[in-house]
């Protein structure tokens, strides 16, 4: 259970903060070479991404 919530809570935190496009979030200064390469929309896209993995991985281990 506590695995389930270790993926879902970050994967919902990652995926709202996506969608919204927060400067403090997007702007990390780790993911300058993939906000370099992609644009901000792809980078976004790719945030998403993860975090619907995330959330998916965190329901199976409920079920």
């Given at each position: 259970?506590?695995n389930a919530l270790i993926k879902?809570?970050?994967?919902?935190?990652?995926?709202?903060?996506?969608?919204?496009?927060?400067?403090?979030?997007?702007?990390?200064?780790?993911?300058h070479i993939i906000l370099g390469?992609?644009?901000?929309?792809?980078?976004?896209?790719?945030?998403?991404?993860?975090?619907?993995?995330?959330?998916?991985?965190?329901?199976?281990?409920?079920?």
């Open positions: 259970m506590v879902l809570i970050p994967g919902m935190i990652i995926t709202w903060c996506a969608a919204k496009d927060y400067d403090w979030f997007m702007e990390s200064s780790k993911m390469m992609a644009g901000r929309g792809g980078l976004r896209a790719i945030y998403i991404i993860i975090g619907v993995i995330l959330i998916i991985l965190g329901i199976a281990e409920f079920i």
